[in-house]
C-alpha cells in the first residue's frame, strides 16, 4: 500500500519560516519524481514545487520562487519543502504527490499518489 505522509505544518506569524516532510512508503521512492501543492480554502490546488527523482532539478511557481526550496533524501524516502518569509497569502493545505515519470509536471494530473495533506496557517 502507497502512503504519502505530510508533516511540519503549523501556525507561524508572518515572516516566519517552516519545514515540511513529507514520508513516502510501498513505492521504489527513487524513481518518482515528487511535488508539492497547495489548496488554500475556496480555491482550487496549485502547483508550489517540484523535484526530479535524483534532485538535480527542481522546479517552482513563479511566485513562490526565492522563499520556498524543495529537497529529498532518497534514503530516507523523505521530500521536504523549506518555506522561509511566510506571508498570510500562503495559508493553505499542502499536498505532496508522487509522479513516476522523468519530467517536473504541473498539473494534478499528472501525479499517481497524494498525501492527505497537513494545515499552514500564517497569522499577520
Known amino acids: 500500500q502507497v502512503q504519502l505522509v505530510e508533516s511540519g505544518g503549523g501556525l507561524v506569524q508572518t515572516g516566519g519560516s517552516l519545514r515540511l516532510s513529507c514520508v513516502v512508503s510501498?513505492?521504489?521512492?527513487?524513481?518518482?519524481?515528487m511535488g508539492w501543492f497547495h489548496q488554500a480554502p475556496g480555491k482550487e490546488r496549485e502547483f508550489v514545487a517540484g523535484?526530479?527523482?535524483?534532485?538535480?532539478?527542481?522546479y517552482y511557481a513563479d511566485s513562490l520562487k526565492g522563499r520556498f526550496t524543495i529537497s529529498r533524501d532518497n534514503a530516507k524516502n523523505t521530500v521536504y519543502l523549506q518555506m522561509n518569509n511566510l506571508k498570510p497569502e500562503d495559508t493553505a493545505v499542502y499536498y505532496c504527490?508522487?509522479?513516476?515519470?522523468?519530467?517536473?509536471?504541473?498539473?494534478?494530473?499528472?501525479?499517481?499518489?497524494w498525501g492527505q495533506g497537513t494545515q499552514v496557517t500564517v497569522s499577520s
Open positions: 504527490a508522487a509522479d513516476r515519470t522523468m519530467l517536473i509536471h504541473t498539473t494534478l494530473g499528472q501525479y499517481e499518489y
Open positions: 510501498g513505492l521504489t521512492f527513487r524513481n518518482y519524481a
Open positions: 523535484i526530479t527523482w535524483s534532485g538535480g532539478t527542481t
